[in-house]
Every structure is written in C-alpha cells, then in structure tokens.
C-alpha cells in the first residue's frame, strides 16, 4: 500500500497584470522563450507536512506592492542565491527572491506569523526547530521570498547578474492579489 503525504501552503498569488508584465520583459527584454515563462507565480509563505488544527482555510484578496530594486535572480536549487559552477541555471528552475529590505517583507511576515500558533508538540513530533520569521520547521531550513519565473532548459545566460540588471531596469513593482491556503494529498 502506497503512502499517503499530506501538504498544506500558504500562497501569496501574483495579480494577472503583474504577471504579464514580467512575462513581457523576460520575452522581449531578457530572451526568454514564451514556453519557458512560468505560469501562476506566486510566493509559498507557509508550508507544513502535517495538517494544523484549527487553522481556518481561507483566501484573502489584498493588494501588496514588492519593489523590484529589492530583488535578486537565483537559480532554485541548494545553493542557488549565489553564482556556481556546478548549478546549471538552465538546467533548473529560475526566479527571484525578495531581499530583507524590500518593502513587502513586513506583510509577508506577518501573514506567516499567523501560523505560528497552530505548531503545537504533536505537530512538530521531534522537528529539529520550529517556524519563525526566517526559518521553517518542514522543508528547507531558512525561509526566502521567493518566486519561481522561468521554467528549466530555458537557454538563459548563466550569469544571472546580467538578466537581473535588466529586469530591475524595466519594471518598479510587482504586485500580489490573493493569499490562499491549499492542501494537497498524494501518494509517494
């Protein structure tokens, strides 16, 4: 019998006109192939492997503004926030983060501090930490803002600094529309 492995995410959307906008610059301005824009952007906020009791699922529909000056490209992968020879940014999945400074994170961090509360000992069952602002008690151990754009085999310059410049140069903000909690059962 196959095993069943419970999810629950916390996804802050990006608004549809945001979304076209970075797709318009990363075509015609930074080379990227339309098959490789990434469609539904958005940013995981929260993400827990055990289902948390008495947490209310519920979308929100606000509007938040993220400064583009306050981003850095990065490929997703271990080790990805910072240039490599051994991470093949066309090989893997390629993005932005929001740094510390951007003007969203107060938001973002206070809509995943909403979670905190529902991590309880039976929940967390010998987890190394629990979640706080910038680290996670499931998946990866520190929390980034961040957001997946450009899909794999994408033939993008390996130099991540060159796109970035370009992308900060052609747009100011980027804005989010719709916080949404999502789980997801499947088998493994």
Excluded at 3 to 10: P, Q, V
Excluded at 100 to 117: D, G, T
Excluded at 168 to 183: A, D, Q, S
Aim: net charge positive; hydrophobic share 35%; proline share 3%.
């Amino acid at each position: 019998m196959e095993k069943k492995l419970y999810s629950l995410y916390a996804l802050l959307w990006i608004d549809k006109d945001s979304e076209k906008e970075i797709s318009n610059v990363l075509i015609n301005k930074c080379g990227v192939e339309k098959e490789h824009i990434q469609r539904g952007m958005h940013v995981t906020i929260y993400h827990s492997r055990r289902k948390l009791e008495g947490l209310k699922y519920e979308t929100i529909y606000e509007s938040i503004k993220a400064d583009v000056a306050e981003t850095r490209f990065m490929v997703f992968a271990p080790g990805g926030e910072n240039p490599r020879k051994d991470i093949d940014p066309n090989k893997r999945p390629v993005g932005i983060r929001l740094t510390k400074r951007n003007v969203a994170i107060p938001r973002l961090l206070e809509l995943r501090r909403s979670f905190f509360r529902y991590e309880n000992d039976n929940i967390l069952s010998n987890r190394r930490q629990r979640t706080s602002n910038w680290k996670n008690a499931f998946g990866s151990s520190h929390f980034q803002a961040h957001i997946v754009m450009i899909r794999p085999g994408n033939n993008i310059d390996k130099n991540l600094t060159s796109i970035g410049k370009v992308f900060r140069n052609e747009l100011k903000y980027i804005y989010f529309n719709k916080f949404e909690i999502k789980e997801r059962l499947r088998t493994g």
